[in-house]
């Protein structure tokens, strides 16, 4: 763990350095302060954003400490919270002639036709409709970005459980998303998607990559560092 003094506040944070181009800051639910910076930054230059991010730091201290949420299993009965494209989600379970999933005016409403507090069928029901929003939102939101490339051959995008990553690229055309990115907005998933894209041309994170994600999507650092951030309680 490293050390960060600034005035009379102490941090310890864990620096990770590797093949990237920014330096990135986040703040954990469990307030772990990490920082991610390329393989050659000075301790001087980690020192001066350090201290450009004094006040983002403090904040996102203060915020995870006021709203610190206790890691508990969810049980899949009405009152729980569900994150669906970056915004929370009240879950109503009621009783109904079939079993159903909608979203309507913030509420993530079950009916189902057991009773409303079976969390074993609640739960095949949402688990159920988040896994149909996932391939509808990703396959949209796959095309629209897509189209912002001239490949001739069409890469193949599909879906699978990662614990470290949100996207990954294979050599054989083949683009995986982290069903996970689900529960983060659009423009988070439209980064990772492009991101991907880009590993098509250049397969490694070298000047040419990182100028064409510039291209593609110029907004990408500021989503990044979202995605690093809302993310580190979702992985």
Request: charged residues 30%; aromatic residues 14%.
């Amino acid at each position: 763990m490293k050390e960060f003094i600034f005035g009379t506040f102490v941090y310890e944070y864990q620096l990770i350095k590797q093949d990237r181009k920014t330096l990135s800051l986040t703040v954990t639910p469990d307030l772990r302060i990490v920082l991610k910076c390329p393989e050659q930054t000075t301790s001087e230059r980690i020192e001066t954003f350090l201290q450009k991010k004094w006040f983002w730091l403090e904040k996102q201290l203060s915020f995870f400490k006021k709203y610190q949420r206790k890691i508990y299993e969810k049980e899949y009965i009405s009152g729980e919270g569900y994150l669906y494209l970056g915004r929370q989600y009240k879950l109503v379970v009621r009783r109904g002639k079939e079993d159903l999933v909608s979203l309507t005016r913030g509420l993530l409403t079950v009916y189902t036709t057991k009773e409303v507090t079976n969390g074993h069928h609640n739960k095949k029901l949402i688990d159920m409709w988040f896994v149909d929003k996932t391939d509808t939102i990703f396959q949209s939101r796959f095309t629209e970005m897509l189209a912002r490339f001239e490949y001739k051959n069409t890469p193949v995008l599909s879906i699978r459980e990662m614990k470290k990553r949100w996207g990954s690229f294979l050599n054989k055309n083949k683009i995986f998303l982290n069903p996970k990115l689900i529960h983060t907005s659009k423009d988070c998933i439209d980064y990772v998607i492009v991101h991907e894209l880009c590993h098509l041309k250049y397969k490694n994170h070298n000047t040419k990559f990182w100028q064409l994600l510039d291209e593609k999507y110029p907004k990408w650092e500021k989503v990044k560092e979202k995605l690093e951030t809302i993310g580190a309680g979702l992985c």
